[in-house]
Structures are given as structure tokens and as C-alpha cells.
């Protein structure tokens, strides 16, 4: 079985996440709780996808917006 669900909510984790074109590749998630970290600068596409049914980022420094 694929994982479908990760969290991360309150672990203290900081930096930038890879961005488009530098050959990363993320799995099809259901649920992504980055919530509660010092993340910061834009959250990549790659994160959205036909599977993605929740997404909680509040509490970090992210910035840039949000495909629909």
C-alpha cells in the first residue's frame, strides 16, 4: 500500500521545499499537515494533485498562492 497521509504539525521543521523543474517528485498524498513549522517560501505544485483532499499549512512563513 502507498502512503497516503502525512503530518508533520508541530515538529518544529524549517526551510524551503524543492520547486518545480529540479527533478523532485512528491507522492499522490490525501492529506498533507505541514501545520505548526517554521516552513517558509512557496509550497510547490507539485503537492496538489487529482488526490489531495486536505491541506494544512497554517503557522508556518509560506508565501506565494495556491492553485484552485
Known sequence: PALSVVTFSGTNFSGTFPQTGTGASF???KSIDISGNSFSG???REFFNDTLTAFRAN???LNGSLPN
Open 42 to 44: 512557496p509550497v510547490p
Open 27 to 29: 507522492p499522490k498524498f
Open 59 to 61: 503557522h508556518n512563513l
